[in-house]
Each structure stands twice: as C-alpha cells, then as structure tokens.
C-alpha cells in the first residue's frame, strides 16, 4: 500500500486543496492525517484562507480514503461535521515485520513514549517540523505541517511506501527519504 501521511491541516482550505492535489497525483491507496484537521489553535496564527467549513467539503469528499487520530485541537464537535473518524487517540499500522504506532503526538511523543516494542516506528505531527530521528530501540518520525510549518521548514506531506518514509513539500519535491 502507498500510504499518504499529512498533519496539522488547521482548517487552511488553501493548504487542505494542495494536500489533496498531491495525494492524487501520487495516486496514493489511503490519507492518514495525523490530527489537528479543522481549528488552527489559541497558540497558533491563523493559517493562509482559513476556512473550516470547505476543509469539511474537501475531507468528507475522500472519506472512503482516510485514516485519522485525534490531534489535540480535535473535538467531539469535529466529528459531528466529518463522516469519517477522527476521534481515535492512536492507531497502529503493521507492515511485515514494520510496526508503525501513529498518534498525534500531544499524548504519546519522545518525552512519553507509547507502548513499543524493539524497531517500532513512533509516528506522530504536533510539532509542525519534519524529523526523523533513530533512538536505539525505535525511530521516531514527524511529516511536518500542512499548512503552519515551524522553524522554518516547509509545507509538507510523507509517502510510506515499501518500507521507505519519503518527505515533500507541496509542490511534490522531495525533501528526503528514511528506509529503516
């Protein structure tokens, strides 16, 4: 499976539109967003055409293609406008021998680690910066930020395919790869 991997939406239809885009042109089986899909946040500026209401049109449209956990600006509200769901705190991918624990990351993140075995992948946003750090029993992987990107990295997305994490921006340039 191609698997497409977004966070930190924030409720920027322009970015949401972008995201889409890509997702297409990459022809990608599934969309996990990692959380944090409508509201922008009291700590975060409002991202380029915030606008809620269109994201919900854009996302509800590829239901049938989306995988989500529950960012920390998620709510119970959320769920009631979004036909797919969004409300799980973690999931968890196995891929052969690969175990992917994808979560937001305001719960589960490297300062509190989730229940991993040895190899295990930790999977989460919330930060807004792309990272891929290899700890001695796991690695810990982050796409970044859709729509508000920090510490100046860029709009961006992942691509998990055949064992291999691959970063772009927006523009669909690749950034990097991690093949664990």
């Given at each position: 499976m191609k698997l497409f991997i977004a966070s930190d939406i924030h409720g920027s239809a322009y970015y949401c539109e972008k995201m889409i885009a890509e997702f297409k042109r990459q022809n990608c089986q599934k969309i996990l967003l990692l959380g944090d899909i409508l509201y922008h946040g009291p700590r975060n500026d409002l991202p380029k055409e915030y606008n809620p209401k269109t994201v919900i049109e854009m996302l509800n449209a590829l239901k049938s293609s989306l995988l989500c956990v529950r960012g920390n600006c998620?709510?119970?509200?959320?769920?009631?406008?979004?036909?797919?769901?969004?409300?799980?705190?973690?999931?968890?991918i196995y891929d052969g021998d690969t175990t992917i624990y994808a979560t937001h990351g305001h719960n589960y993140n490297e300062g509190k680690l989730p229940p991993l075995s040895d190899g295990d992948i930790l999977l989460h946003g919330h930060t807004h910066v792309p990272v891929c750090t290899e700890?001695?029993?796991?690695?810990?992987?982050?796409?970044?930020?859709?729509?508000?990107?920090?510490?100046?990295s860029h709009h961006g997305y992942?691509?998990?395919?055949?064992g291999t994490f691959t970063w772009y921006d927006l523009e669909g340039n690749t950034i990097k790869n991690y093949k664990k």
């Amino acid at each position: 499976m191609k698997l497409f991997i977004a966070s930190d939406i924030h409720g920027s239809a322009y970015y949401c539109e972008k995201m889409i885009a890509e997702f297409k042109r990459q022809n990608c089986q599934k969309i996990l967003l990692l959380g944090d899909i409508l509201y922008h946040g009291p700590r975060n500026d409002l991202p380029k055409e915030y606008n809620p209401k269109t994201v919900i049109e854009m996302l509800n449209a590829l239901k049938s293609s989306l995988l989500c956990v529950r960012g920390n600006c998620d709510t119970e509200v959320d769920q009631m406008v979004l036909n797919f769901p969004v409300l799980a705190d973690y999931a968890v991918i196995y891929d052969g021998d690969t175990t992917i624990y994808a979560t937001h990351g305001h719960n589960y993140n490297e300062g509190k680690l989730p229940p991993l075995s040895d190899g295990d992948i930790l999977l989460h946003g919330h930060t807004h910066v792309p990272v891929c750090t290899e700890h001695e029993n796991y690695v810990y992987i982050n796409p970044g930020s859709v729509s508000i990107p920090k510490e100046n990295s860029h709009h961006g997305y992942m691509i998990y395919e055949n064992g291999t994490f691959t970063w772009y921006d927006l523009e669909g340039n690749t950034i990097k790869n991690y093949k664990k």
